[in-house]
Nanobody, 129 residues
Framework: QVQLVESGGGLVQAGGSLRLSCAAS????????MGWFRQAPGKEREFVAA????????TYTDSVKGRFTISRDNAKNTVHLQMNSLQPEDTAVYYC??????????????????????WGQGTQVTVSS
């Protein structure tokens, strides 16, 4: 079983930055792709960013392109989400997700929540105007 634990959330003013981290532990075998999702009150969980096992491939939802950067350190089993120029509409609980099961390319990225099999507990990000 794999555990994902997020950290780095908090309260920030509009225009500020936060860096989220996700640490994976437990029975990690083989390659795995990672992603970040978020869920605002009263809204469905939405895709934010994803990164392939190799780190070569990344993808973002349009609303965060140019402001957020996803990265990973496979030696430490960690994934980061650097969030700059934060806006009130970025306020949400941010979830780290991992796809550890199945066979896929080291450059594959996944954007659908159903494509992931492990989830963290979430970390709150609040952006004040």
């Amino acid at each position: 079983q794999v555990q994902l634990v997020e950290s780095g959330g908090g309260l920030v003013q509009a225009g500020g930055s936060l860096r989220l981290s996700c640490a994976a532990s437990g029975r990690i075998v083989g390659r795995y792709a990672m992603g970040w999702f978020r869920q605002a009150p009263g809204k469905e969980r939405e895709f934010v960013a994803a990164i392939s096992w190799s780190g070569i491939s990344t993808t973002y939802t349009d609303s965060v392109k140019g402001r957020f950067t996803i990265s990973r350190d496979n030696a430490k089993n960690t994934v980061h989400l650097q969030m700059n120029s934060l806006q009130p509409e970025d306020t949400a609980v941010y979830y780290c997700a991992g796809r550890l099961k199945g066979s896929f390319s080291g450059t594959a990225v996944f954007t659908g929540p159903d494509q992931y099999d492990s989830w963290g507990q979430g970390t709150q990000v609040t952006v004040s105007s």
